[in-house]
């Protein structure tokens, strides 16, 4: 008799918010149904307010189900799942679905969840780079976080980067973690579009540099303006072509003081943000450009380093410690804070003139996704009582994390 599929639940990830995690839920998605077919069916959550284009991609995702609930309007269960240990709607929801594992991303459901759990921590910013939070919305991190170690949650981390810091900030948490690394493999649905069209809808030169991140401060766009105000005292004309939302409920109005800045020396030219844009643009405009461009001060598995791996085109990136562990050593990497090397590498790549070309997925990528499926499967399959050590009824132990 064929074993029934595990069914799992994962709420819905804007786009608009948080690029890099509906891209991780795609990608996923077509992983597993690509390399595990009939073992899984992902069930996507999302509130009645959710933009239908976002879920329809979603759906169109062999074996996905997507539902829409009132219990996934923002978070309305919280209070009840940190006072009570119970987000009874969302219990609801996943009862009346047939779930057999829920996967919390930033959300609490309760330790009294009758399902077993696994916490996705993408990454651990707000420890590292406690100032880019306000008060609130650190310690409202800080207390999701503690409370999913504290139910005995399997944690499940993106990097081993990720996982450094989470021994380091909870040495005493006695949880069951998985590392699940990300890898992506663009549709062929999404190549078909002409990297030279969209090159010309936007106004492009043949030779830039492509940025598409979000504009949140830890991306550290404004390191970027700073290295093209060098290189344009030195009379070195490179083109930086940025993409992603404008949108950071952090911080809204980072995005004006960037824009701001780059009226005031200029750069209008050399710095071109197109906003948000389809995402087959995105993979034409990074399998031609000259390099991937990615600064960010903090990544828990950079998204776009990993798409520019897929189609194996050259990186400069920040040295830090998962843009290392994700590359190997085979990119190019500056400072945080200096923009004088970031404008070394963009002059000496840009002067290198290689004629423009338009890459392909590299042929080893079926093996990084298949791999990435196949962790993401282990993390699930485990039995409900290694996956979950949630005391059913009562308050949870304190199991001593930091």
Known sequence: MTPRPLRFAFGHISRRLWAGGYNYQRNLFAALA??????????????TGAEENELAE??????????????????PGLAAALALGLDRGAAAAFHSARIDVVVEAARFFGWRLPVPTVAWIPDLQHRSLPQLFPTTARWRREIGF???????RTIMLSSE?????????????????????????????????????????????????????????HKNHQLVVDALTILKRRGVDVVVCASGSTEDRREPGYYDQVNSEITKRGLEANFRHLGVIPLPHVYALLRASTALLNPSRFEGWSTTVEEAKSFGV?????????????????????GVDDPVGLADHLMQVSEMNSPPSVRNIVPHQDENVRAFAMSFSDAMRRSPSELNEQRPRGQPQDRGSQ
């Open 58 to 75: 979603l759906a169109a995702v062999p074996a996905v189900e997507v539902l829409r609930s009132e219990a996934f309007d923002g978070q």
């Open 161 to 217: 980067s990720a996982l450094r810091d989470f021994r380091a900030c909870y040495p005493r948490a006695g949880n069951r973690v998985s590392v699940v690394r990300f890898a992506t493999q663009p549709p062929e649905a999404f190549l078909n579009t002409d990297p030279s069209e969209v090159i010309a809808t936007h106004h492009l030169p043949a030779n830039y540099f492509y940025l598409p991140n979000q504009f949140y401060r």
């Open 34 to 47: 690509r390399f595990l077919p009939g073992e899984f069916v992902p069930v996507v959550f999302a509130g």
């Open 314 to 334: 050259p990186m400069i990136l920040s040295d830090i410690d998962v843009h290392r562990e994700q590359t190997a050593g085979a990119a190019r990497y500056f």
């Open 146 to 152: 503690r409370v999913q170690i504290a139910s005995g």
